[in-house]
């Protein structure tokens, strides 16, 4: 089972299947953004700047724990119904430095999502496959195997030139992936 990750669309599988993110913190923003601003005119240490941090720390809290329980439901999903999981091996904290897609990169959890599925295949003894960064998994087609010179991250949809293929583009890397084993 070939999965890719991503940011319109969570985790798309190879059987085609698309697992949808929470989004915890992009629902929660404005209310944090809010809670911050009452709070700018508080005096620090008073009773009052003490309860608004407390609401303020209750809603980072809930942001969390929205946020490990659709990964620990994907992840166990996974690890528990497929005998071998192939992803890729994501530079995190080199696409956290894009300050366009940090905040949604966070939000999904990539690498607390890797990490989960290291010890659940382990536990559920199924094999997990890390495939390098480099593999060129979204620029090769899946239908032929032909390599592409470029793919902006706005196209969405994966054009052949050699065999005339059209594919999304998540699903189409979660297919290479899964290759990658067979």
Request: charged share 20%.
């Amino acid at each position: 089972m070939g999965v890719d990750l991503g940011i319109t669309a969570w985790a798309t599988l190879s059987n085609g299947e698309v697992i949808a993110g929470a989004k915890s913190y992009k629902k929660y923003a404005a209310k944090l953004s809010r809670m911050q601003w009452l709070n700018r005119h508080k005096i620090i240490g008073s009773n009052n700047w003490k309860k608004a941090q407390l609401r303020y720390s209750r809603l980072h809290r809930k942001i969390a724990n929205i946020r490990f329980d659709t990964l620990h439901q994907a992840t166990t999903l996974l690890a528990k119904n497929h005998g071998v999981i192939v992803i890729e091996d994501l530079n995190v904290s080199g696409m956290m430095a894009n300050h366009k897609l940090a905040a949604s990169i966070a939000d999904m959890g990539f690498f607390e999502f890797r990490r989960q599925l290291t010890y659940k295949c382990q536990l559920y003894g199924s094999k997990l496959v890390v495939v390098d960064r480099w593999f060129p998994s979204s620029k090769t087609c899946s239908n032929c195997g032909t390599k592409k010179d470029a793919l902006s991250l706005g196209e969405r949809l994966f054009n052949c030139e050699h065999c005339g293929f059209v594919i999304d583009r998540d699903l189409n890397a979660a297919i290479n992936l899964s290759k990658t084993v067979s």
